[in-house]
């Protein structure tokens, strides 16, 4: 049973700061923990004994199956974001061909 807070009236606000200057809310504090019935208390032994372990296990499970998909996305990413870049670079230097000759 989690402990349980008694709320005041909040309506009026200065009457109640008034009646209640000094006074905490009263609490109920019969708070019972749970017991596990399979716990022993003693440490856990982890699968995986180092971070390699662990990324080494990641990689030849899960990544091996998205890795195509994630390249693709990527690389159709990078070409989106290139295009822009290059149109602005041949726009910049028709702008300096153009000034450099005044």
């Known amino acids: 049973?989690?402990?349980?807070v008694e709320q005041n009236n909040l309506s009026k606000r200065a009457d109640v700061a008034e009646?209640?200057?000094?006074?905490?809310?009263?609490?109920?504090?019969?708070?019972?923990?749970?017991a596990l019935p399979s716990y022993r208390g003693s440490?856990?032994?982890p699968r995986f004994s180092s971070f390699r372990n662990i990324s080494g296990e990641y990689f030849r499970i899960e990544a091996r199956s998205e890795f195509r998909v994630e390249a693709?996305?990527?690389i159709a990413i990078i070409i989106t974001?290139?295009?822009?870049?290059?149109?602005?670079m041949h726009a910049l230097a028709d702008?300096?061909?153009?000034t450099g000759n005044l």
């Open 19 to 34: 009646t209640n200057a000094g006074a905490f809310p009263s609490i109920d504090c019969n708070y019972q923990t749970v």
């Open 81 to 88: 974001a290139a295009i822009p870049i290059l149109n602005n």
């Open 72 to 74: 693709a996305a990527f």
């Open 95 to 98: 702008f300096l061909r153009a």
């Open 1 to 4: 049973m989690k402990p349980t």
């Open 43 to 45: 440490c856990l032994r």
